[in-house]
């Protein structure tokens, strides 16, 4: 899993404020469903999100500045651990399979 950078969060962030969308924990868990955050830092970017007075007359460039030069978004960011949710997704592009050599292939022989 990726981690969550400045980047990713000024994007959604500016679709949401683009959009109308309160910028609340809730809201926030909904279009980040695909990062595994816990509550606790959910509630703590809203928060921090919330200092930083965003309109949306900001370009997401602009949102993104004021992501980076806050302090303390920066601490919370860096502290989001990824979560493993135990699925393994392995996608092979070539022909053949990904087992590696050296395989013995039972043919009901």
Not at 80 to 108: A, H
């Amino acid at each position: 899993m990726d981690f969550l950078t400045d980047t990713i969060l000024s994007g959604v962030v500016y679709d949401m404020i683009r959009c109308g969308v309160m910028l609340s924990a809730d809201n926030l868990k909904d279009k980040l469903r695909g990062w595994a955050i816990d509550e606790t830092a959910l509630s703590s970017i809203s928060n921090e999100l919330s200092k930083l007075k965003l309109t949306e007359d900001l370009s997401e460039l602009a949102i993104e500045k004021k992501v980076l030069a806050s302090s303390e978004m920066q601490i919370i960011i860096k502290n989001i651990q990824p979560v493993s949710n135990g699925n393994t997704i392995i996608q092979n592009n070539v022909n053949g399979d990904n087992i590696g050599k050296n395989k013995v292939i039972n043919n009901g022989i």
